[in-house]
Each structure stands twice: as structure tokens, then as C-alpha cells.
Nanobody, 123 residues
Framework: QVQLVESGGGSVQAGGSLRLSCAAS????????MGWFRQASGKEREGVASITSDNFPSVKDSVKGRFTISRDNAKNILYLQMNTLKPEDTATYYC?????????????????WGQGTQVTVSS
């Protein structure tokens, strides 16, 4: 059974930082594409960043230079380092995986999802 468990969310002031983690089990983690998505209240879920099985990252333009995605294949953990946070980054952040090594930032391409972790950025 695939499980993705996010942690690290919280409330910060604008300009602050958070690091999200996602612990994965039940998959061959090292072979899977992993991604971070977010969904703000009243908005559609959007892709934030993804990383292929061989550590090739892709990051949404609006967070480039502020967010960094990384993975530890030995520990089956996915990370999202978020710096210089802005109020518009407020959302529930989800970890997801798809059963292939290559990635996209389209939510429909992903097979399994975590329960989400809330990030709130105040101005």
C-alpha cells in the first residue's frame, strides 16, 4: 500500500522559510517521479515542483529562485525548501508520485497523493 506523509507545514511571516518533507512507503521510491503541488482556498490544485528518479528538478516559474525540491532515495524522503515566502504561497501543499521516472507538473499525471500540510504566510 502506497503511503505519502507530509510534514513541516506551519504559519510564518512573509520573508520566512519552511521545509516540507514527504515520507514515502509502498513504492520503489528511487524509480518514481515525485512532485509537490499546492491548492489555495477556492483555487485549483497546481504543480509547484517535481523531480525525476535521477534527480532532475523542475520548478514552477513563480517560485523559481525561492523553492528547491530535493529527494533522498536512501531514506525515501522528498523535500521542498521554501524561502522568501509570500502571502500568495499560502495553500495546502501535497506530495505526489507517479509510477514512472519522468515528471510533469500536471496533477492528473500523478497516481498517489499524501493528505497535505497547511502553509500559511502572513504579511
Amino acid at each position: 500500500q502506497v503511503q505519502l506523509v507530509e510534514s513541516g507545514g506551519g504559519s510564518v511571516q512573509a520573508g520566512g522559510s519552511l521545509r516540507l518533507s514527504c515520507a514515502a512507503s509502498g513504492i520503489t521510491y528511487s524509480r518514481n517521479c515525485m512532485g509537490w503541488f499546492r491548492q489555495a482556498s477556492g483555487k485549483e490544485r497546481e504543480g509547484v515542483a517535481s523531480i525525476t528518479s535521477d534527480n532532475f528538478p523542475s520548478v514552477k516559474d513563480s517560485v523559481k529562485g525561492r523553492f528547491t525540491i530535493s529527494r533522498d532515495n536512501a531514506k525515501n524522503i522528498l523535500y521542498l525548501q521554501m524561502n522568501t515566502l509570500k502571502p500568495e504561497d499560502t495553500a495546502t501543499y501535497y506530495c505526489a508520485t507517479r509510477r514512472v521516472w519522468f515528471c510533469s507538473l500536471r496533477a492528473d499525471d500523478y497516481d498517489y497523493w499524501g493528505q497535505g500540510t497547511q502553509v500559511t504566510v502572513s504579511s
